[in-house]
Every structure is written in C-alpha cells, then in structure tokens.
C-alpha cells in the first residue's frame, strides 16, 4: 500500500493497475479550462481526470473562500461514482509539483482513505521516465465487485479543520501556530494577484510550499522535512499547527509534507486568505 508518495518507477512496475484509481488533477488557477485541455491530448494511461474548480471545490458566495470543501456526503458520492471502494490504491498526479494532488491527498484523508499516494514529481516526471501516455476521454468503469464494496465513509471527518472565528479567537490567546503556504512577496503584502486584499494572518509564518521540494520537483526526504518544520516550528507540537495559504489549497502542500516527515496531526484553515479577507472586521498584518 502507498500512501504518502510513489515513483513514476514503482507506477510503472504496478501496470495494468488492478484495484487501483489514477486521478489527474492539472490545473491552472488562471485558466480553468487548461488542465482538462491537458488532460484530452495526453495522461497516463487509465488516468479520469477530476476538475478542482467544478467537482473538488464548493460553491463560493463571497464569504467562504474560493476553494471552500465541498460536501463530504457529495464528495463521497463523487468518489464512489469514479470506483472508489475501501480497497482501491489511488494515485494523484499534476503538474505542479503535487500542489493540486496534495489538496485531492488531503480530501480523500479527510472521507478516511488512507491508500493514496501522491506521483512525485508529478506528470513531468511520468513523461521524463519514459512512461506511456494515452489521449482522449476515460470514463469510471465500475465493476460488480466495486458495487458490491463500495466506499464506506465515517460519519466524523479523519482529518481536522478549523474556521476564522478559531483563528480570530487565537489571535487574543495563542493556542496553536498558524503556517501560511503562499509566496513570501504574497505574505508580506507586497503583491497580491488573486484576493482583493493583501498581507497575512497577524502572527502567522510563512513557509512557501516550494520549500518542500527539491530543484526536480520531488519532494524532499522525510528526514530533510522534518527539520526544516521542527526548525520553523520549534517545540510546537504538530496537532497544534494551522495550516493556510489563498484559497486552502497550497495549505495542503505543507500539511501533507509534514505528514511525510512524521509529524501527524496538523490541521487545515480550508477558507484561508480568501475567506479571512471577505470580512473587513478580520485584522491584516503585513512586512515590507
């Protein structure tokens, strides 16, 4: 069972994949339409596509955020209609350095599947090693069998979340650290390309998702991992780390390298900068 990285390598080794699900997940958060685009010329072979903005997101009314979970029960439903069963391996792949699989990772922990597992290096990786690729539609084939088993899904979420009155709340007592994913120019309030207001969460730090990888687009190890957050984070203990970053989907990036490294139990702000923003009251600190 993978349930935190696999290798183009080890991907290869498993096809034809019985029993497994891959998922591609490209995506362009400045053009919607691109990652489907990519998807119909060329995917790993067996691979459904799953949009971030259409089926992975809830509807957005201004408040929530841009990226806002969807309903578990829909998700679930979703999950079980690409065959998903409590048996199947899952594979997520993109094309940006697992930032949109990590978020897919994540949603899939929170249903309480744990066998799924991220390609690292993602889509380029697949094609730099030589992997086969196939175009066009690939619709969910559901077996009997499949049917049969299902998905079942506990009725308490796996995985923690918190919402901006937590955050607001901690601001007077800190009981927990809160880790925001974006680019450092984006979190000191310099720029500010996608949220009508710029800056961070007062007293929250700042660790780019990109420091979770190497120059190849593979994450780092565990080890290296590991002390890059106990240096960031101190004696802070992992269940009391936030993690956000513009819409909940970066934040993902850095749990899920945290997980990696060891250090379980942090949790997510799903409506990150986008949510806290929507409301003038929430206070806004910056760094020049």
Known sequence: MFKYLISPQDLQQHRPPSGWLIFDVRHNLMDHEAGRAAYLESHIPGALFLDNETQLAGDADGTNGRHLLPDRRE??????????????QVVIYDAANGLFAARLWWMLRWLGHESV?????????????GGKTESGERSPHLTE???????SVPSKPLMPTVRANDLLSNLGSPSFTVVDARAPER??????????????????????????L???????TPEQLKADFEALLGETEPSDVVHQCGSGITACHNLFA??????????????????????????????G
Do not use: C
Request: aromatic content about 8%; proline content about 6%; hydrophobic content about 40%.
């Open 75 to 88: 998700f679930a439903a979703l999950m079980r209609s690409q065959g998903l069963t409590s048996r199947t």
């Open 117 to 129: 597992a991220i390609l690292d290096g993602g889509w380029q990786a697949w094609v730099e090693s």
């Open 145 to 151: 069998a499949q049917v049969i088993q299902s998905l």
């Open 187 to 212: 979190y000191r309030g310099e720029v500010e390309p996608m949220d009508p207001v710029a800056g961070h969460i007062p007293d929250a730090l700042n660790r780019p998702h990109t420091q979770n």
């Open 214 to 220: 190497n120059a190849d687009g593979k994450f780092k």
């Open 258 to 287: 945290m997980e990696l490294a060891g250090l379980k139990g942090s949790v997510l702000y799903p409506g990150s900068w986008s949510e806290w923003v929507s409301d003038s009251q929430r206070p806004v600190a910056k760094e």
